[in-house]
């Protein structure tokens, strides 16, 4: 959701030389980024750091996502990814890097992007329909890193179109498909039935949304009109509805 629509995103512009990393080099999503246009598709597991190391040499700016669906991961062991985030920052510091767009230490130049709870959610990790467009993450980042690493050293920045809650989406798809639709409060029971997530930690992280708000109590992040600056075109909820939803 993120990485690949970055890689698009980035093609796009026709400035830079793409490396895309992936665990598997040789699967059908790897090929068809080579296929786009992708210069280097690279094998890379984020539980080893050598691969790290080998994956950002030679490089000058690298947009890293940890993988919360990695197997090493979830239902296993969610240490994992604070593991796997502090080898990036470290494996970066010992190659040299220059800009990361990820975690700050003894970096150069460190970006930090914060995304909020995409559309796309509603039909794979909450239970409605399953409908695909790219995470409107993508331009964004394309944009920071145009606009180099001066600009945006050490910054912070807010992924949202919008601050609305769950009853805002239910309005909206309601005008939208011309069908009635209500939020539901999940037992356990349903939430084992509708989600393949973990039933405590889906719990957990939407007590966290509760207590502490998408991007949690840092005030730099409170601005979500920085993501509309560097991307006018980002959709409203409503007009992401219109493209996806159909009517009743």
């Not at 970006?111 to 995470?135: C, H, M, R």
Request: charge should be neutral; include cysteine; hydrophobic fraction near 40%.
């Amino acid at each position: 959701s993120q990485g690949g629509s970055v890689v698009n995103a980035l093609l796009a512009t026709g400035h830079y030389k793409i490396r895309a990393l992936t665990r598997n080099p040789n699967s059908d999503k790897a090929k068809a980024l080579k296929a786009k246009g992708v210069d280097e598709v690279v094998k890379c597991d984020l539980s080893n750091k050598e691969d790290i190391k080998n994956a950002l040499s030679g490089a000058d700016i690298a947009w890293i996502v940890t993988n919360y669906w990695d197997p090493l991961i979830i239902g296993v062991n969610p240490g994992e990814e604070e593991r796997q985030g502090k080898l990036i920052a470290d494996a970066a510091k010992e190659v040299g890097f220059n800009w990361l767009i990820y975690r700050s230490l003894g970096i150069p130049n460190t970006t930090f992007v914060y995304l909020s709870y995409y559309y796309q959610n509603l039909g794979i990790s909450a239970p409605f329909v399953d409908k695909g467009n790219e995470v409107e993450v993508c331009p964004i980042v394309a944009k920071i890193i145009e606009e180099r690493p001066a600009k945006w050293n050490g910054k912070k920045v807010p992924v949202a179109a919008e601050s609305v809650g769950l009853k805002h989406l239910a309005d909206v798809i309601t005008k939208v498909t011309g069908k009635t639709h209500k939020i539901r409060t999940l037992n356990d029971d349903d939430i084992k039935e509708f989600s393949f997530i973990d039933t405590d930690e889906l719990k957990q992280m939407h007590k966290w949304f509760i207590d502490y708000g998408l991007f949690g109590k840092d005030n730099e992040l409170k601005d979500i009109s920085i993501a509309k600056k560097l991307h006018p075109k980002i959709k409203s909820f409503e007009q992401y509805a219109i493209e996806t939803y159909p009517k009743a």
